[in-house]
């Protein structure tokens, strides 16, 4: 799109990402993903949701949350810490969903 001469902003950035996380096409959401971080426009819980929601592992999760979450405010980080629950729980990490809870809790 950019070679077209469109230039995106985060609520094109947003309809794309979630129709593509929709689809469980996650190499293609990253994509746009780090298209956006390139192009200096940073993702709203909203858009980091929506990527952890079709992560196929936690290698997916920590590429997306990676240094995003120094600047989010305690709701929105709340929000983002139950995404990557939930994310974990979906895809059956039932081990790793319970040592992030037990660290956080601080069980561990």
């Known amino acids: 799109?950019?070679?077209?001469?469109?230039?995106?902003?985060?609520?094109?950035?947003?309809?794309?990402?979630?129709e593509f996380s929709r689809d469980k096409e996650i190499e293609k959401a990253i994509e746009l993903y780090e298209d956006m971080n390139v192009s200096g426009i940073h993702p709203g819980v909203k858009i980091l949701s929506d990527l952890i929601s079709c992560a196929?592992?936690?290698?997916?999760?920590?590429r997306i949350v990676e240094g995003r979450y120094e600047?989010?405010?305690?709701?929105?980080?709340?929000?983002l810490y139950n995404s990557v629950l939930k994310g974990l729980t979906n895809n059956c990490s039932t081990d790793i969903t319970?040592?992030?809870l037990s660290a956080s809790a601080g069980l561990d």
């Open 56 to 62: 196929r592992d936690e290698r997916d999760m920590i």
């Open 1 to 18: 799109m950019k070679k077209m001469g469109f230039v995106m902003d985060i609520f094109d950035y947003g309809v794309l990402i979630e």
């Open 98 to 100: 319970y040592h992030l």
């Open 71 to 79: 600047s989010l405010d305690r709701k929105a980080w709340m929000l």
